[in-house]
Each structure stands twice: as structure tokens, then as C-alpha cells.
């Protein structure tokens, strides 16, 4: 066990558990080099957007390609009217996603260390298969809020059952936007569902009316972490970050699991190639 059995019983009652030191600083600064690396040899010009009419079918396409793909996801605001990066490609950069776990080698073993493993296991998740993963760079000053949601909008399954494993590869604090969470949240009713369209792009189905907690609100409490510390947060609980308005980035890996039982309908959005089946913590 690397977990203790009230670390266990917090994951069950708030719907999230924090582990300090879980991961090792030295395998957080491989795994920011790595990073670094892939933002570094990817061509923005793929993604350029060229009209304002086209941005949100491009986007989507990027977007919904990306399930099986490491490809690169930058903040609004970063391209001109003519399609051209308005600041240097390293500091207009948002995310990496979605399949890094399973096609960069540098990522795949980060994703699978052992340290990761024994938590799921711990939580009784040692079955669950990784279906995708995110490098979020959170850019001093300009990088953008994630706003409330639960997981299970993004992954969902039939049950529930995603969950999600957040890395701290930098400090994360209330200053450069860590995550909040609304500890408890996770018995409430899934929200919303984000899906494929029948026409083509994305949509929300509305599963259930009641809001979500409003960021500021008493609901919400800052989860500050130092590097290698690892969050796992169960798939329905509510949780948002911050606008980064300090000159600190603040870059987190998350890879969300699901358990390989249970349904996972045609119209999510995240879609894998029969070619790259997904793994365990546990597989090679
Ligand atoms: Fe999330």
C-alpha cells in the first residue's frame, strides 16, 4: 500500500486524495524537457487558423482528431487574422494531448511508473485502462481558466467511471492557478455531456439542471501542490483553475483512466484507432 487507509477513505468521502512527493522532482523536470522537446519540433501551421468562420471547425477537427495523436493545443488569442503565431510558439502553448501515454516513450513511462500504479491500485482501479493524457502548461500571465466541470462531462462512460490522475510538475499555488475542487462534489449528478454532433462539431447534452459551484464561492477550496505531487480525482467531482496571472508557470500531467467494462458510447468525442488498444497501469 502507498496509500494509508485515511487517504483511501478521503478519496471516497471528498472525491479526491492529495499525495505529496508522490512522483520524483527529477522525473518531472524529464518529463518538462520532454515537452519542451514536442512543442519545439511541432509546425504550428497545422493548426492556423485563416478565417473567423473556419476557427471553430478547425479547431474542432484538430480537436477531435487528437484522441490518438500527441499534437500540440494553443491559448486563444495566439494566432493573427492571417493565421500567424502572435508570440513565440513556446508561450502561446495551452496543452499537449491526448495519447502521449501511449506514443511517446518519455510519457508512457512517466504515465506507468510504478508509483502511479500502486495508487490505482490502492483506490481499486487497478484494472482501469488509461484513455488519455494532457500536458497543461498554464503560461505566465496568459494562461487561461479551466472553468468549473466535471471530467465526466469530457469521458464519459456507461457507468461512470473515469478518474483522473493530476501531476504537479511545477509548484502549483493559488497565485499561478491550482486547482479548486468541491470536496463532496463528486456525489452530485453528472451535469452535462459533451459529445459528437450528428451535423458534424461537438455538443453538451444537459443531463441535469443544478449548477455547479461558481468559482469564489465558499464551495471550492484551493488545492496547492509542489512538484510530484500527484491528485487523483474521482470523474464526477466538480473542480476548476484560475486564470494565471503571476509570472510562474504552472505545468501539471493528467492522465484519466476508465474501467474497460463498462460502455463507451460511439458519439464521445475522444476516439482511438482499433490499432492502439488502451492499457492498464500495469501493462508493458
Ligand atoms: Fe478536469
Known amino acids: 500500500m502507498v496509500l494509508s487507509s485515511d487517504q483511501v477513505a478521503a478519496f471516497e468521502r471528498d472525491g479526491f486524495v492529495v499525495v505529496p512527493e508522490a512522483v520524483h522532482p527529477a522525473r518531472c523536470t524529464e518529463l518538462a524537457a520532454r515537452a519542451d522537446e514536442i512543442v519545439a519540433a511541432f509546425d504550428p501551421s497545422v493548426v492556423s487558423i485563416f478565417s473567423t468562420d473556419e476557427q471553430t471547425r478547425t479547431s474542432d477537427d484538430h480537436f477531435l482528431a487528437s484522441g490518438d495523436q500527441v499534437t500540440c493545443f494553443f491559448e486563444e488569442g495566439a494566432f493573427d487574422a492571417d493565421g500567424h503565431l502572435t508570440v513565440p510558439k513556446e508561450r502561446a502553448i495551452n496543452k499537449l494531448g491526448h495519447a502521449m501515454h501511449d506514443l511517446d516513450p518519455t510519457f508512457a513511462a512517466f504515465s506507468r511508473q510504478p508509483a502511479l500504479a500502486s495508487v490505482a491500485d490502492d483506490l481499486g482501479l487497478g484494472h482501469h485502462v488509461l484513455l488519455q493524457s494532457m500536458y497543461i502548461f498554464k503560461q505566465p ?40 475542487v468541491q470536496p463532496g462534489g463528486h456525489r452530485g449528478p453528472l451535469r452535462t455531456r459533451f459529445h459528437r454532433a450528428e451535423s458534424g462539431g461537438t455538443a453538451f447534452d444537459v443531463l441535469d439542471p443544478s449548477p455547479l459551484p461558481e468559482p469564489g464561492s465558499d464551495a471550492l477550496v484551493p488545492v496547492e501542490a509542489t512538484a510530484g505531487t500527484l491528485v487523483v480525482l474521482h470523474g464526477l467531482l466538480p473542480h476548476w483553475s484560475d486564470v494565471n496571472r503571476s509570472p510562474q508557470s504552472r505545468h501539471a500531467y493528467t492522465v484519466h483512466v476508465i474501467d474497460p467494462v463498462a460502455a463507451y458510447p460511439a458519439d464521445n468525442w475522444l476516439h482511438r484507432s482499433p490499432a492502439l488498444p488502451l492499457r492498464s497501469f500495469h501493462a508493458a
Open 141 to 180: 500571465h496568459i494562461g487561461g481558466e479551466v472553468s468549473c466541470h466535471q471530467d465526466a462531462t469530457f469521458l464519459y462512460t456507461e457507468p461512470i467511471s473515469v478518474v483522473g490522475f493530476w501531476v504537479a510538475i511545477e509548484d502549483a499555488t493559488v497565485d499561478n492557478g491550482c486547482l479548486w
